[in-house]
């Protein structure tokens, strides 16, 4: 069995007071661990805090992005040794925004998911596919091509702790999200390219989301799906009531 994982993706949004009051508000309504994981993808100057202010709950908090060295000379840069000192569970790689404003190539998200691991970080690992990518037919192998690049050279034991979130481009941000029976489908697809990397245990232990435009309105119908094991949700993370609702709902 599966333990489902919702994770919200707050993108550059919110100040540091509305973030606090975010922790404070939901770190004690959060259901317990042993049901649902929960997290928060925050912006890394608001980490620190956040972590302090969910101490105790069952709350996790992530980065959502990080470079692929411990320390030097990269201005502007952070680092999984700086993230993960704080606290932090998780880190999200290869979002599509990382890869379409800031040229994230596969090979550079592999790097950073095994210098996750060096950190005792958890990478959700992004892959997706655009609209254009979709209707001209390349669905295939557009995902192919990101889950084995992103995924390459990890030990299967790596990848049965990481977690996928797919999401189409398409359905991110904008209120049109995938039809249940195609993010199940599309799903599916995900794990059939882990089985083919690291074989059938591995691909039945991995967790995949599903994320593009998920609610609390929609999300049980996701969550029905055999092949998805939780959500990346971006505009309906950033209000407390709404992320527990989407936790409720599991
Ligand atoms: C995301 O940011 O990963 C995302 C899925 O956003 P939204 O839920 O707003 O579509």
Redesign the pocket.
């Known amino acids: 069995m599966r333990k489902p994982i919702i994770a919200g993706?707050w993108?550059m949004n919110k100040t540091l007071s509305e973030a606090v009051a975010f922790v404070e508000e939901v770190k004690n309504n959060v259901p317990s661990t042993d049901k649902v994981d929960a997290a928060i993808g925050a912006p890394a100057v608001f980490l620190a805090p956040m972590v302090e202010a969910a101490k105790g709950s069952d709350l996790k908090l992530g980065a959502q992005n990080m470079y692929d060295k411990d320390s030097g000379a990269y201005t502007g840069e952070t680092s999984p040794a700086m993230i993960a000192d704080l606290g932090v569970t998780y880190v999200i790689l290869g979002?599509s925004e990382r890869r379409e404003y800031f040229g994230e190539s596969d090979a550079f998200i592999n790097s950073k998911t095994k210098k996750a691991f060096e950190h005792g970080l958890t990478p959700i690992v992004c892959v997706g596919e655009t609209l254009e990518e979709r209707e001209g037919g390349k669905f295939e192998e557009v995902i192919k091509t990101q889950v084995e690049g992103g995924l390459a050279d990890l030990s299967a034991d790596q990848v049965k702790q990481l977690v996928i979130?797919y999401?189409p481009v398409w359905?991110?941000?904008?209120g049109k999200s995938a039809d249940e029976a195609d993010a199940q489908s599309s799903c599916k697809y995900v794990r059939d390219v882990v089985k083919g990397l690291y074989g059938e245990d591995v691909a039945a232990a991995v967790r995949i989301q599903y994320?593009?435009?998920?609610k609390p309105e929609n999300i049980k119908e996701y969550m029905a799906q055999e092949d998805i094991d939780g959500a990346?949700?971006?505009?309906?993370s950033l209000e407390a009531a709404s992320f527990l609702k989407l936790l409720e709902a599991i």
Request: no cysteine; net charge neutral.
């Open positions: 993706n993108k979002h979130a999401e359905a991110i941000g904008t994320g593009g435009s998920v990346l949700v971006g505009g309906a």
